[in-house]
Nanobody, 124 residues
Framework: QVQLVESGGGLVQAGGSLRLSCAAS????????MGWFRQGPGKEREFVAA????????RYANSVKGRFTISRDNAENTLYLQMISLKLEDTAVYYC?????????????????WGQGTQVTVSS
């Protein structure tokens, strides 16, 4: 089992920045590729970003490319999502997830464990 707890969400103005964190416990963090997903109001959950278990490879949704950066600290068992130039449409609950695989995974079906989510609200 892997337990995931997100933090760092909040209310921010459009154009602002936030950094989300995801603290992992349980099994060996570095054995899992990690990802961020989000679910906006009235929308289905969607892929945001993913990172390989070593941290050397990353993937991003087109909607966040150039604005969001995913990273991980395997020594601290923590996943991050740095978000800049936030837009109204970035408003969502953000979830971190763990996939027992080496490479970044884009599909939700590839993930084995999920956090409870953290709310990000971007205001005008």
């Amino acid at each position: 089992q892997v337990q995931l707890v997100e933090s760092g969400g909040g209310l921010v103005q459009a154009g602002g920045s936030l950094r989300l964190s995801c603290a992992a416990s349980g099994r060996t963090f570095s054995n899992y590729a990690m990802g961020w997903f989000r679910q906006g109001p009235g929308k289905e959950r969607e892929f945001v970003a993913a990172v390989s278990w070593s941290g050397s490879s990353t993937r991003y949704a087109n909607s966040v490319k150039g604005r969001f950066t995913i990273s991980r600290d395997n020594a601290e068992n923590t996943l991050y999502l740095q978000m800049i130039s936030l837009k109204l449409e970035d408003t969502a609950v953000y979830y971190c997830a763990a996939a027992h695989a080496p490479s970044p995974a884009l599909s939700q079906d590839e993930y084995d464990y999920w956090g409870q989510g953290t709310q990000v609200t971007v205001s005008s």
